[in-house]
């Protein structure tokens, strides 16, 4: 099994909402990963975590802030969000990072929309 | 910075037929090339993947072949099938850590 889940599917917020995006894998994977994806591009790498430590951010605005309560869970909790924020956020994991190259398996994302 | 480019940005081919999706880059240290899938509304999905010590790898109907000195890496389908239609989207692990995506092609089958 393959999976990883991602909650909510659709979430609409205004600028001074606080939220939180929640994802969850049961594969036994040690990395897990945050992704962008506006319309019509490719994901954009945000976050790393790395046996529940945060190991790469991608330069990512302080509104955006991740958190990793242990190795199945991952959330991205949001706060004062820009319309332009509006976008597929992505949570993907993998069995672990670094050498040895391991596959990112990704989770259907949460649709996200600030007014 | 990482760099990956894909071509063609859209394709469309007859059922039946093949499609060659084409990625270049940019740092020759990089060692794994993922090929995902994204349907309309869902998270990529990975379908194939290749890693620096093999030149071809094939299930079924999907291929990938890598040319390591020229930097580009390639997917192939064969005998494609309406359900094919997606989004595909190659990608390179720079540093052993960061997934980079190419622009993606959009992959219209035609009945």
């Known amino acids: 099994d393959t999976e990883v889940t991602q909650t909510p599917k659709h979430l609409v917020m205004g600028m001074t909402n606080k939220k939180s995006l929640k994802c969850e894998q049961h594969?036994?994977?040690?990395?897990m990963y945050w992704y962008k994806q506006k319309a019509k591009k490719p994901p954009e790498l945000m976050f790393v975590y790395s046996y529940e430590k945060l190991s790469i951010n991608e330069s990512v605005p302080s509104r955006f802030s991740p958190e990793c309560p242990n190795s199945s869970l991952l959330n991205l909790h949001l706060h004062a969000l820009q319309p332009e924020d509006s976008a597929l956020y992505l949570c993907?994991?993998?069995?672990?990072?670094?050498?040895?190259?391991?596959?990112?398996?990704f989770g259907p994302g949460t649709r996200l929309t600030v007014t | 910075g990482e760099n990956v480019e894909q071509h063609p940005s859209t394709l469309s081919v007859q059922e039946g037929d093949s499609a060659v999706i084409k990625c270049t880059y940019s740092d020759s240290a990089s060692n794994y090339f993922p090929w995902y899938k994204q349907e309309l509304g869902k998270g990529p999905q990975l379908i194939i993947d290749?890693?620096?010590?093999?030149g071809e790898k094939k299930d079924q109907r999907i291929a990938v072949t890598l040319n390591k000195t020229a930097k580009h890496f390639s997917l192939h389908i064969t005998e494609t099938q309406p359900e094919d239609s997606a989004v595909y989207f190659c990608a390179v692990l720079f540093g052993n850590e960061k997934l980079t995506f190419g622009t993606g092609t959009r992959l219209t089958i035609i009945p």
């Open positions: 290749i890693r620096s010590n093999v």
């Open positions: 993907a994991s993998s069995q672990d990072m670094g050498t040895g190259a391991y596959e990112q398996y």
């Open positions: 594969m036994g994977h040690r990395a």
